[in-house]
């Protein structure tokens, strides 16, 4: 009876440590969250510094509402399945791509040189042009 005891305490004890470990993480929920505040606030900190406009911070806000409305979506049911966190990883890495893409379009745009490679154009008296460093 002692060794049976005994038996049933191991497995009992086994299953209680083995089983959280096969569950969903709760804690990935709030990796998308996180992840989704850190996107929104990275938006709204381009538009302050002037590397985004506010035409093109709309259309970025608009995708993220969908993919934030996408994750409420997957997390009704209170887990993440394999294919919805593929799926969710792949849109905000598409968001973040796409605000990199912005953000250089826009700097390019705003910090385009007067002139190429430095030179500056002068026009002197007798009309001829010449360049100069």
């Known amino acids: 009876m002692k060794t049976l005891s005994k038996a049933f305490f191991a497995t009992t004890l086994c299953l209680l440590t083995a089983v959280p ?20 606030m990275r938006i709204d900190r381009a538009v302050d510094r002037n590397e985004l406009s506010r035409k093109d911070a709309k259309v970025l806000n608009n995708e993220y509402r969908r993919i934030h409305r996408m994750a409420k979506k997957f997390r009704d049911d209170g887990r993440l399945s394999r294919r919805e966190r593929h799926k969710l990883d792949y849109e905000i890495e598409r968001l973040d791509d796409q605000i990199k893409w912005y953000q250089r379009k826009n700097t390019k745009h705003h910090h385009k040189p007067k002139y190429p490679y430095g030179y500056e154009r002068h026009d002197d008296r007798s009309g001829h042009e010449s360049y100069h460093r």
Request: proline share 5%; charged share 45%; glycine share 0%.
């Open 21 to 40: 470990v096969y569950a969903d993480h709760p804690y990935r929920n709030d990796e998308y969250r996180e992840r989704l505040n850190r996107i929104e």
